[in-house]
């Protein structure tokens, strides 16, 4: 069967980390694979642009990783990450497991492990890269995509039967298939921004606060995360809305800025000596979900990863979910024989819904961060689920089933919905926390399915 | 104020039904207007491409008319609809006023009207048209507007410091603004489509069905409709799903569609002896709802019409709405004393819930025309809002307050939330018809706030 594949020849559009992921795929699998990626090469000139942004890797993560036969290099330069941090504003400190003991999250570098995915894949004789290749547009029609060559201006086209755009949020592939008719298509950016910040190491190279937890200041509206490197530094990100009262447009000045971590991250102000360059010398940056359907063009044309479904970061999947997508593309060309012309349209059908569910878990994970300490109603909750687990260990965390676990995204969205109807019966009633015999009996219903809409 | 403003330039993108009108209402300030049309100058080659689909006229757009002094001539050619004209598939009528008597909508050609708005627009000395311009590209920066003459093939690039995009649903300027920062972007396709067939005047040049109606054949998840011509013909359009049990796809030959109209049109059937080369003849279209924000770019470019708002057919608002565009922005214009800087951003911030509420009322509406006959419950709950408004005037149905009066879309748009939460509630009443008691009380309740969320 593979074979008859070897003088086959796909495209992928984008050498980020979904990109030349899935070039590594298809090269095992004996494809012709021509990758075109609008950036230099960074295995030669080091990793610039793009999001420096941390990644928190997880279970789907690893699976493709392992696929790809890279587990054990990312796992050595992984930092574990088994629970939050949470910083109250007075500096208190809590720790909140992420799930059981031995589950973590694990802080990855984008650019290292980038430069890893684009070595194995530029290891196969038969994956050919095209740096400095911005993509302009596709003629569907044809097929042929058009690219410019960022160092000469000149303009090539490609021709192009069997195409994986995997050229992110700001897709120049999905562009073109959006003017066709019947395709759907949602942009929706937060009222937020976020900029990089860092926490250097100290001066014996080691890391200033904790390195085995994702550090949290939850501030209701607003929030700065951190999460470790390998070098003793953290980086850290702040999100805060762009206009209004407490927002990035206040923040004028030195003074302004100084004034706002010594107001809301006093612990963390300290550690920061960088703090005025970093935030002088990093954009302002936001933050965009895409939803789209199809997200194919004529059993030709496949989007993946953030082309097909950018999402903000706030639950730690884009990655996972765009590494998810090769996985699954690639048990489906063995059940479906390397028929592209079945497994594109199936790939678009069937995964469709789970990219559009962790766009949605994405977006609500946003409010349970900002308020992990604000509001009382919602750590009361946390308890009670915590205890709900001890008691019945088949009542799982929904944060568990998307991270520790394989379950599509979509089923996981559909428990968090009902895990929000019964936690709202749960929480009317009177001293809920104090109420066990009451929680239960509002559990038992739930569980019997009484509690639907 | 005005003289100061002659020398002033202003280019609208599209010479549809909004870009022709607002050119009239700028070139009666003095503006000097340069208007970019793809299609050729329909005065002297008649009316083509585009829909041709009929226009329900109302309250919004003979506001806007009036004011660009064309009002009496369009009302000539128009031809009031004071209700629907319900078939069922027994062939059985039944009559429902749109609403108090005197009050209609009014069946216009779109060809017919457009051509009028751009003989006004002509009869300007400050207007310049240039046709068979296609719109490619934006450069907002400088920003200029690139246009290809589709005649010569020559591409040229025009200064535009302040343009109105009336470039309709898929506006190239909005696709410019689409790829800045920040910009929310959503298209959405239903799953039917449209195809337009036609009645034609009898032996004698009558109309061979009631004229002085809209008439639907609502058959649950399809519908077909009609509106008269000046001309004795009908203009039909059929809604039908593109996919499924019964749908267009399933429509693949001459004896197919003539057993589906035998079916579920037979009434309809023998008017139309010019059924099937309609059918083969002319496209089946989709449907598109468009929603975007900001509707403006850096206080110099503003998305009007269907390109800031694109809407499906069913509460035949989508003219209504763009004119509408037209006579809130030449207000504001009298208030912020011509002030571009100022009237575009203040037009795009309070304007554009009323462009998102129209695009779901006009969703929802699709609906309530499908189900007009089918569903016993929708029926009962016209009857009981009929003579809930017979008692209390002042409780007016959506349909009037959208169609016969100016009221911001988006109050109808609560109201409709309003009251849909009355009619639940009033729904659940026993025999709720002739409970008459029971449902005063609960309108009470209504009244009183008391039925909030």
Redesign the interface.
């Known amino acids: 069967m593979e074979s008859n594949q070897t003088s086959k020849k796909a495209i992928v559009v984008g050498a980020g980390l979904v990109g030349s992921l899935w070039a590594v795929f298809l090269a095992r699998r004996g494809y012709q694979v021509e990758v075109y990626e609008r950036r230099s090469d960074m295995r030669a000139a080091g990793y610039t642009g793009g999001r420096s942004i941390n990644l928190a890797m997880s279970e789907r993560g690893w699976k493709a990783i392992e696929k790809a036969g890279i587990r054990e290099k990312i796992e050595k330069v992984a930092i574990p990450m088994p629970g939050r941090m949470i910083h109250s504003v007075e500096g208190e400190l809590s720790f909140q497991p992420y799930g059981k003991a031995g589950e973590a999250i694990y802080s990855v570098s984008r650019g290292g492990l980038n430069l890893e995915l684009l070595s194995i894949a530029g290891s196969f004789p038969n994956v050919q890269f095209f740096f400095d290749h911005r993509c302009l547009d596709a003629d569907l029609e044809r097929p042929v995509l058009t690219f410019e060559d960022t160092g000469t201006g000149a303009v090539k086209t490609v021709e192009a039967p069997l195409v994986f755009a995997a050229d992110g949020a ?1 897709s120049a592939v999905r ?1 073109a298939i ?2 066709t ?9 937060l009222e937020h921004g976020y900029k990089e910040l860092s926490i250097p190491p100290d001066a014996n190279g080691r890391h200033r606060i904790d390195p085995s937890a994702l550090h949290i200041w939850p501030r209701g509206n607003f929030m700065l995360i951190a999460l470790p490197n390998a070098d003793g530094s953290f980086t850290c990100t702040l999100f805060l809305p ?1 206009e209004g009262e407490v927002s990035f447009e206040k923040l004028t000045g030195n003074d302004a800025v100084n004034a706002f971590f010594k107001k809301y991250f006093a612990d963390a102000l300290p550690h920061m000596p960088t703090l005025l360059d970093d935030f002088w010398g990093n954009p302002t940056s ?1 933050l965009v979900t895409v939803k789209c359907a199809p997200w194919q063009w004529q059993n030709r044309i496949l989007l993946i990863g953030d082309a097909a479904h950018a999402i903000v970061p706030f639950y730690g999947q884009g990655m996972n979910a765009g590494f998810e997508d090769c996985t699954i593309l690639d048990a489906m060309h063995d059940e479906l024989d390397g028929d592209w012309s079945r497994i594109i349209p199936q790939f678009a059908r069937e995964r469709q819904p789970d990219g559009d569910a962790i766009a949605e878990l994405a977006q609500r994970n946003f409010i349970e961060m900002r308020d992990l300490v604000g509001d009382p109603q919602f750590l009361l909750r946390k308890k009670i689920a915590a205890r709900l687990h001890e008691r019945h260990p088949d009542f799982l965390p929904v944060y568990s089933m998307v991270t520790f676990s394989n379950t599509p995204y979509h089923v996981a969205l559909e428990e968090d919905d009902a895990q929000n109807r019964l936690f709202e019966r749960v929480l009317r009633l009177e001293d809920a926390e104090h109420n066990w015999d009451g929680v239960e009996e509002v559990f038992g219903q739930w569980l019997n399915g009484k509690l639907n809409s």
Request: proline residues 0%; hydrophobic residues 25%; aromatic residues 46%.
């Open positions: 700001f562009y959006q003017k008719d019947r395709f759907n298509y949602n942009q929706f950016y762009f936001s």
